[in-house]
């Protein structure tokens, strides 16, 4: 819809996602652009979280875009937006390795041209978007079950830790006789309570 509709001809569209199973992250982009074939990236890792996956996922179909010498713009579609915000993230994060390869891509993209530039679309999976849809389904279609020991990565490693602090903390807090009658159970717009989250830039 927006290949045939949009007033721009040297556009390129980027759309990624990223899935999780088995600790194993799959991240697939596909770029569209008018008058040229399809390109398909799929990537695997293990023992990383969500966020590395999708970053790293939006670096590459960034970086093969930019092969093309005469794309002029550059839209980005995701449902982590979170993800695209970090890359002008200026403060220290553990995710600098790939921010450095994006913005190195970003600048010559806009020293080349002085009207060339790249957005960012935000399109949560289950609106269905045609351009994102196909990509989602996907991701979440692939199962594997890594054989070897594997490495982790530091932000996974984290988010491990603190899910078991958090685990062992509500075990010993339910079975407490201290607990009283001052607490509050905070509930959501379905009346289920609201857990501590990793997803999506949660807190």
Same mark, same amino acid.
């Given at each position: 819809?927006?290949?045939? &509709?949009?007033?721009? %001809?040297?556009?390129?569209?980027? #759309? &990624?996602?990223?899935?999780?199973? +088995?600790?194993?992250?799959?991240?697939?982009?596909?770029?569209?652009?008018?008058?040229?074939? /399809?390109?398909?990236?799929? *990537?695997?890792?293990?023992?990383?979280?969500?966020?590395?996956?999708?970053?790293? #996922?939006?670096?590459?179909?960034?970086?093969?875009?930019?092969?093309?010498?005469?794309? &002029? !713009?550059?839209?980005?579609?995701?449902? $982590?937006? *979170?993800?695209?915000?970090?890359?002008?993230?200026? /403060? #220290? *994060?553990?995710?600098?390795?790939?921010? =450095?390869?994006?913005?190195?891509?970003?600048?010559?993209? $806009?020293? &080349?041209?002085?009207? +060339?530039?790249?957005? $960012?679309?935000?399109?949560?999976? *289950?609106?269905?978007?045609?351009?994102?849809?196909?990509?989602?389904?996907?991701?979440? #279609?692939?199962?594997?079950? %890594?054989?070897?020991?594997?490495?982790?990565?530091?932000?996974?490693?984290?988010?491990?830790?603190?899910?078991?602090?958090? +685990?062992?903390? !509500?075990?010993? $807090?339910? =079975?407490?006789?201290? !607990?009283? @009658?001052?607490?509050?159970? /905070?509930?959501?717009?379905?009346? @289920?309570?609201?857990?501590?989250?990793?997803?999506?830039?949660?807190?």
């Amino acid at each position: 819809m927006v290949l045939e &509709s949009s007033p721009f %001809p040297l556009v390129a569209i980027i #759309a &990624s996602d990223t899935s999780i199973k +088995n600790n194993v992250a799959t991240s697939i982009v596909y770029i569209h652009m008018i008058d040229k074939p /399809l390109i398909k990236m799929v *990537h695997y890792a293990v023992n990383i979280t969500s966020t590395e996956a999708e970053l790293f #996922a939006i670096r590459c179909g960034i970086n093969q875009t930019l092969r093309f010498n005469n794309i &002029s !713009k550059i839209i980005v579609i995701t449902d $982590f937006i *979170h993800v695209a915000c970090k890359i002008f993230y200026s /403060l #220290a *994060h553990p995710y600098q390795i790939s921010l =450095a390869a994006i913005l190195s891509d970003l600048y010559v993209f $806009f020293n &080349s041209h002085v009207n +060339n530039s790249i957005e $960012f679309w935000e399109y949560p999976s *289950h609106l269905n978007w045609q351009l994102h849809e196909k990509v989602n389904k996907e991701t979440k #279609a692939f199962n594997l079950t %890594p054989l070897l020991p594997c490495k982790d990565s530091w932000d996974f490693s984290k988010k491990n830790k603190s899910d078991d602090i958090l +685990n062992t903390w !509500k075990m010993m $807090f339910q =079975a407490s006789n201290c !607990k009283e @009658n001052y607490f509050l159970d /905070l509930l959501d717009d379905d009346n @289920n309570i609201i857990e501590l989250t990793y997803v999506k830039g949660g807190l």
